[in-house]
Nanobody, 115 residues
Framework: QVQLVESGGGLVQPGGSLRLSCAAS????????MNWYRQAPEKQREWVAT???????NYAASVKGRFTISRDYNKSMVYLQMNNLKADDTAQYYC?????????WGQGTQVTVSS
């Protein structure tokens, strides 16, 4: 079992920045990929970014060049640095990890981009 707790969401103006954090606990040694997803109101959940066990990263086209995912093994954390935020980035953001043959999800943290 893996437990995930996100933090760092909030209200920010367009063009601003936020840094989301996700703390993993439990059977952390089984974690391979760590991911961020988001879900806007009345929309399906969408993938945002991935960091692998070897620290390779990949991003959705809508956030590439603005968001950066990173992973700290020592602290069992994954981060999402979000710059130049837009109104379309408003969503509930979820941390997700793949551990063994299972996926685990955090409870989510709300990001609202508005003036």
């Amino acid at each position: 079992q893996v437990q995930l707790v996100e933090s760092g969401g909030g209200l920010v103006q367009p063009g601003g920045s936020l840094r989301l954090s996700c703390a993993a606990s439990g059977n952390i040694f089984s974690i391979s990929t760590m991911n961020w997803y988001r879900q806007a109101p009345e929309k399906q959940r969408e993938w945002v970014a991935t960091v692998t066990r070897t620290l390779d990263t990949n991003y959705a086209a809508s956030v590439k060049g603005r968001f950066t995912i990173s992973r700290d093994y020592n602290k069992s954390m994954v981060y999402l640095q979000m710059n130049n935020l837009k109104a379309d980035d408003t969503a509930q953001y979820y941390c997700n990890v793949r551990a063994g043959d299972r996926d685990y999800w955090g409870q989510g943290t709300q990001v609202t981009v508005s003036s």
